[in-house]
């Protein structure tokens, strides 16, 4: 069965017939979407932000360390006891101070950690008040930023949580500029399937409806609701790109009261 059959008892819900553009307003879905893009674009910035703070906070804490060392460091002799390139080019190490063994490990320059194995010996200045505190005395801490590694990072993050809000939008933009400016029309189901959407069940209806040069237009919606074949539906289409239709009423959005009646 097609939209092309009468439709002389169809008339368009009555808050469809107001002039364009309609007022719209949210459902409670649709404010849960606004909800969740917001906090997807908060946290997401916060998230970055986060990451960008803290290698601020970490180069001046070396800063202040870098200072320490040249100011009151001394020198001694250390083992590597492991090599990595793991977020950058890292170094252990092993060394002695008044008889005892301490471990550390720090960030080193590529062409000083590719002249080195494991076993190599190492120069190191440490803090004789804190001799956990060492670094290589070639590379103070001071002589390494993280930016080309942070920066990515924050990126990745930011993106991540943009497209999140994305995808909650790309739910409510669609459905509210059709319900704003879209014309209506008489669909019929032509097929109903079972189906899913995410971990949701439900079915997919599809549909035609006609358009005023007489043409035929189709959709597919995904619903909870099942319908059977032949069962008229109200289409809402963009009269430009009729392909861009949905099935009123929508979830996210609903047509305002006008001036002076009660939802």
């Given at each position: 069965m097609s939209a092309g059959n009468s439709t002389a008892s169809w008339s368009p819900p009555q808050e469809l017939e107001q002039p364009l553009p309609r007022s719209v307003r949210l459902t409670g879905i649709g404010i849960t979407y606004c909800v969740l893009s917001l906090a997807c674009i908060v946290f997401g910035v916060g998230m970055a932000a986060r990451v960008c703070?803290?290698?601020?906070?970490?180069?001046?804490?070396?800063?202040?360390l870098a200072h320490q060392l040249a100011a009151e460091g001394r020198e001694t002799d250390a083992t590597v006891t492991r090599l990595s390139t793991r977020l950058?080019?890292?170094?252990?190490?092993?060394?002695?101070?008044?008889?005892?063994?301490?471990?550390?490990?720090?960030?080193?320059?590529s062409e000083h950690w590719q002249s080195l194995q494991v076993?190599?010996?190492?120069?190191?200045?440490?803090?004789?008040?804190?001799?956990?505190?060492?670094?290589?005395?070639?590379?103070?801490?001071?002589?390494?930023?993280?930016?080309?590694?942070?920066?990515p990072m924050a990126g990745m993050i930011l993106l991540f949580m943009l497209g999140f809000a994305t995808m909650f939008l790309s739910a409510l933009l669609p459905e509210r500029r059709l319900l704003e400016r879209g014309h209506s029309a008489?669909?019929?189901?032509?097929?109903?399937?079972?189906?899913?959407?995410?971990?949701?069940r439900g079915y997919f209806l599809f549909y035609d409806f006609q358009l005023p040069e007489g043409a035929l237009g189709q959709g597919k919606q995904y619903s909870?609701?099942?319908?059977?074949?032949g069962s008229t539906v109200t289409v809402l289409y963009d009269p430009n790109r009729p392909r861009r239709n949905a099935l009123y009423p929508m979830k996210s959005v609903r047509v305002a009261s006008r001036a002076g009646s009660h939802d």
């Open positions: 703070i803290q290698e601020l906070h970490r180069q001046a804490a070396n800063d202040s950058g080019y890292v170094v252990g190490f092993e060394y002695n101070v008044d008889g005892r063994t301490y471990k550390n490990g720090a960030f080193i320059a076993g190599s010996p190492l120069t190191v200045r440490y803090l004789p008040s804190d001799p956990n505190k060492a670094y290589p005395a070639a590379d103070p801490p001071n002589s390494q930023n993280h930016w080309s590694i942070v920066l008489r669909g019929v189901v032509t097929r109903c399937k079972e189906g899913s959407r995410g971990r949701s909870g609701s099942q319908l059977a074949e």
